[in-house]
């Protein structure tokens, strides 16, 4: 079983990053602040003015540590890896099925039922545990429906019909988002997604959760050999990870949108650690963004039952098995990619 190793997340502006020894050192105005050895990291990314010196970027390509650049609000702009693994003949099956309206619409089919199904999962405890009836039963009710709808996708659906149902199922979904929110009512509202930028401080916490996620994502397509920009569900467009995209659909709803809930309904975010700019977009100050990394970390950690391996593993590793599970099925060792579906 693959190591749950640890991602540096680095938000503070003007950090500087270098190597001494076999650790890596932030800088923050000269001073240490942080030392990481490089056999804890699994990836290190870098939010805006993060800088990083050349002999560590060489050192974290010899020992396969995936350094990825982000603007402050982390939009990927650019990934620094070293060699890859695996060989050449699975990224050509990759590209070949990805060239398959067939083949692509399958492995897409199993992306999207694992991501409704576990939208129907976080309804349904919600529901369960809801001090309030109306809201419960609201949530219970997109629950049936999205319910509904992954049992429809039990038989092939073309790409761009399956894109509908995904939309479609999503809007439902975010349509009774502010239902899960029952703390802090007056300071983080949800109506609905916004991004880039995002209008108020749920979607900024969505925003800023679902960059970390796709950082993730990339790092175990790299790792596994697969070619993170070339996706099924999500196709080819210049500076998107495709691939890496398609595998963080399943895990929004269980990773980051329950992350996001958590620290609201707790209480460990309040809404003066946000400010809006001139422009409409919400940000996170420093304090805020340590607490959200600081607490995606600690849910990384936590074990949970995999469903197709019959295994407990962390959750951070999820990302890692799923991209090793998809390019067993490119292979020909699986029939099909079994989605994650959390019970």
């Known amino acids: 079983m693959k ?17 001494k020894g076999e650790a890596v050192v932030v800088r923050v105005e000269k001073k240490e602040r942080l030392r990481v050895p490089f056999i804890n990291l699994g990836s290190i990314a870098c939010f805006g003015r993060v800088g990083c010196s050349t002999p560590l970027l060489g050192a974290c390509a010899e020992h396969g540590i995936a350094v990825s650049l982000l603007t402050e609000q982390g939009r990927f702009l650019a990934a620094v890896n070293g060699f890859t693994p695996g060989n050449v003949l699975l990224r050509r099956e990759q590209y070949r099925r990805a060239d398959e309206a067939d083949g692509s619409a399958e492995i897409a089919r199993a992306c999207v039922i694992g991501k409704l199904a576990n939208y129907r999962t ?92 796709a950082h993730d994502a990339r790092s175990a397509c790299e790792a596994t050999g697969l070619d993170a920009a070339v996706g099924f569900l999500h196709r080819d467009r210049p500076g998107r990870p495709g691939l890496a995209l398609d595998l963080m659909e399943e895990l929004r709803p269980v990773l980051a949108d329950r992350v996001a809930l958590s620290l609201i309904n707790r209480q460990q975010v309040k809404a003066s650690g946000f400010t809006v700019e001139p422009t409409g977009g919400v940000l996170m100050d420093d304090a805020t963004r340590r607490t959200v990394i600081a607490t995606y970390q600690k849910r990384k950690q936590e074990t949970v039952l995999h469903p197709f391996l019959n295994e407990k593993i962390t959750v951070g590793l999820i990302v890692h098995i799923q991209a090793r599970l998809l390019a067993r099925h490119l292979r020909g060792d699986l029939d099909a990619y079994p989605p994650f579906a959390w019970k």
């Open 3 to 19: 190591q749950h190793l640890n991602t540096l997340f680095v938000t503070t502006q003007g950090a500087f990053l270098v190597k």
């Open 122 to 213: 976080v309804l349904r405890r919600a529901a369960r545990e809801h001090a309030d009836a109306e809201a419960a039963e609201a949530l219970t009710r997109v629950a049936k429906r999205i319910d509904q709808t992954v049992q429809s996708l039990a038989k092939p659906v073309a790409l761009d019909p399956l894109r509908g149902v995904e939309g479609e199922a999503s809007s439902n979904y975010f349509g009774v988002f502010n239902h899960l929110i029952t703390a802090q009512k007056d300071g983080f509202q949800f109506t609905s997604r916004s991004r880039r930028p995002p209008l108020d401080a749920v979607n900024a916490l969505l925003s800023f959760l679902y960059s970390m996620l």
